[in-house]
């Protein structure tokens, strides 16, 4: 079945030491984004990628890098996790151009952990 | 102005009975009002989604309703079952024809009991 798969499923790093989280898709969706949703609360869009085009939101922190090197994969970079970027990073895509721009597909997310 | 407000934060409801939660919006370009659901260790996925041309939108068990002038929806969730039991956010987005940006309100524990 098609969709969008994260890996790691969790994610232990130590403060201040970089890590990565992967997002692979199979629905050939021109957007990709990635979110971060702390313990409940709602998803907080960090950025996202329209094609090879970056889109950061104003209040992601420098520390917060992505990659896109094809249609399929995206990477989430951060680059010194403090304790306050314990959260799950939520990988989502959507197709701009069909009928329903607006619907977002989602991965299962990563649970990162910062010690 | 790009907040959506969602009540209650929590719900206990027994099972048969009717789910209502409510979110109010104020950005009137909004175009797109989704709802999802995420159970626990789980992305989000869409339940349902309305646009502001019509009122009333139901699949299944699960009907949205939407008042345009008074800027709320509402998500109705019939005959509750313990599966439905889950976090629901509502959301919303205008429709810019780009890459969509959704806000999402702050979400609603809901717990169907036996």
């Known amino acids: 079945d098609a969709m969008v798969i994260q890996n790691p499923r969790y994610q232990v790093t130590q403060f201040g030491k970089p890590v990565t989280l992967s997002c692979s898709q199979t629905l050939n969706h021109n957007v990709m984004y990635w979110y971060q949703q702390k313990s409940s609360q709602a998803p907080k869009l960090l950025f996202h990628?329209?094609?090879?085009?970056?889109?950061n939101e104003a209040d992601t922190p420098d520390n917060f890098q992505s990659r896109r090197p094809n249609t399929s994969f995206c990477f989430l970079d951060i680059r010194s996790p403090g304790l306050g970027d314990a959260a799950m990073y939520l990988c989502a895509t959507s197709r701009v151009g069909g009928p329903t721009n607006e619907k977002l597909f989602f991965g299962s997310g990563t649970q990162l952990s910062v010690l | 102005q790009q907040q959506v407000k969602q009540s209650p934060q929590s719900l206990i409801v027994q099972k048969g009975g009717i789910s209502i939660i409510n979110c109010a919006y104020e950005n009137t370009a909004f175009d797109y009002f989704p709802w999802y659901q995420q159970f626990p260790g789980k992305g989000p996925a869409l339940l349902i989604a309305?646009?502001?041309?019509?009122s009333e939108k139901k699949e299944g068990r699960f009907t949205i309703s939407f008042n345009k002038s008074a800027k709320q929806f509402s998500l109705h969730i019939m005959d509750s079952q313990p599966g439905d039991s889950a976090t629901y956010f509502c959301a919303a987005t205008p429709n810019t024809g780009t890459a969509s940006k959704l806000t999402f309100g702050t979400g609603t524990r809901l717990q169907v009991t036996l």
């Open positions: 990628y329209y094609d090879k085009d970056f889109n």
């Open positions: 309305i646009r502001p041309d019509v």
